[in-house]
């Protein structure tokens, strides 16, 4: 089902529906922008929700940009760690609805 050759379908999207598409497009570019929170942060942002949503086109395109951005290895790895963290925590506390 992944193959970032499905991404040529966004085009298709976009014509089938352009206003809501343009929007998407405004509103990522927004949010992903240089501001209060730098966009290399942002990028590691994205990378620990690709990766809780377990996204794999969204892994994939974020490790790029956050490279791209200057992340290093090391950040990107904490990163991970970060979400793992988060993703196992939501598991301990969720686990707590199996108890008496």
């Known amino acids: 089902m992944y193959d970032m050759a499905n991404l ?3 085009k298709t999207l976009g014509t089938l529906a352009p206003a809501a598409w343009e929007g998407f497009l405004a509103f990522d ?7 209060v929170i ?4 942002k ?3 994205a990378i620990a929700v690709a990766l ?4 794999p086109y969204c ?3 974020h490790s790029k940009r956050a490279k791209a951005a ?7 790895a904490e990163t991970v760690m970060v979400a793992a963290a988060l993703r ?9 609805h199996c108890l008496e």
């Open 8 to 10: 040529k379908k966004l």
């Open 52 to 55: 809780t949503t377990q996204c």
């Open 38 to 41: 730098p966009a290399k942060t």
């Open 70 to 76: 200057g992340c290093s290895e090391a950040e990107i």
């Open 43 to 45: 990028e590691l942002i």
């Open 59 to 61: 892994i994939e395109i």
């Open 29 to 35: 570019k927004a949010a992903m922008a240089d501001g």
């Open 88 to 96: 196992a925590g939501g598991a301990v506390t969720h686990g707590t």
